[in-house]
């Protein structure tokens, strides 16, 4: 069960790539080569996986996200009034910061679909939008084994929206930039107001030695 979860380098090959990152795929295939490469292991995506599944994240993300769109979408202009909206969460993914070694930074990529139907200027449009949230978050380590999550305050630049489908009146506004920049600047000001909650800040620190302990009860 553990070797799910942590992988000594002689363990890894070009292979476990999407496992263990790029960086230590190259520091296991040195290591099988008979180049000279510190002992040390990798920590896989199936522990982060298993984290999200174990202690239920996954769903508290997704209820963030709901929560964090609705608001976006109660805080638009007087001129656009939301008559209905539907997001749908299409994926989560975590990608490391190699740039940043040797500190340990990644990136938490969620992409999801939003249905918008609004009134604008009295006119009932209907906007099908992908949205790409890119929050950094860097993870800083106390002894024995403790782990905190510490993501950075978005902009702008981290989220993207882009219309999908072909709706003319839609198209039109799109071009003109009237929709995607309001939805962009709300979406911004909830996903910080969230990072800054205390409950979320106090669900950012991870106690490794426990949670490997609950995983190995509850196998």
């Known amino acids: ?18 496992r263990v990152g790029g960086k230590c795929a190259s520091l296991g295939e040195m290591t099988h080569h ?3 490469v510190p002992p040390g292991f990798a920590i896989t995506t199936d522990a ?3 984290m999200l599944a174990h202690q239920g994240l996954r769903g508290e993300i997704e209820a963030l996200l709901e929560s964090t769109i609705a608001g976006s979408m109660r805080k638009l202009p007087a001129d656009m009034m939301v008559i209905s909206y539907v997001f749908k969460l299409v994926d989560i ?3 490391p910061l190699l740039s940043h070694l040797p ?7 969620v992409r999801g ?10 006119i009932d449009l209907k906007f099908a939008l992908a949205v790409n949230i890119q929050v950094q978050i860097d993870v800083e380590t106390y002894a024995p084994v403790m782990l905190r999550l510490v993501p950075h305050p978005v902009s702008g630049h981290s989220i993207r929206i882009d219309l ?5 009146p839609s198209d039109v506004l799109d071009k003109l930039n009237l929709v995607k ?7 911004v000001k909830e996903v910080n107001a969230r990072i800054n909650d205390p409950a979320v800040q106090t669900a950012a620190n991870i106690d490794v030695l426990a949670l490997v302990a609950q995983v190995k009860m509850s196998g």
């Not at 069960?1 to 363990?11: A, G, H, K």
């Not at 679909?113 to 009295?122: A, K, N, P, Y």
């Not at 999908?164 to 003319?168: F, P």
């Not at 920049?181 to 979406?187: E, L, Y």
């Open 1 to 18: 069960m553990t070797e799910m979860y942590i992988l000594p380098f002689d363990r890894i090959t070009a292979k476990d790539h999407d």
């Open 34 to 36: 008979g180049v000279a």
């Open 48 to 50: 982060y996986t298993e």
């Open 93 to 95: 993914s975590v990608d």
């Open 103 to 109: 500190k340990i930074a990644f990136v938490l990529s």
């Open 113 to 122: 679909d939003l249905q918008l139907d609004v009134e604008l200027f009295g």
């Open 164 to 168: 999908v489908g072909e709706n003319l």
């Open 181 to 187: 920049p309001v939805v962009r600047d709300q979406i």
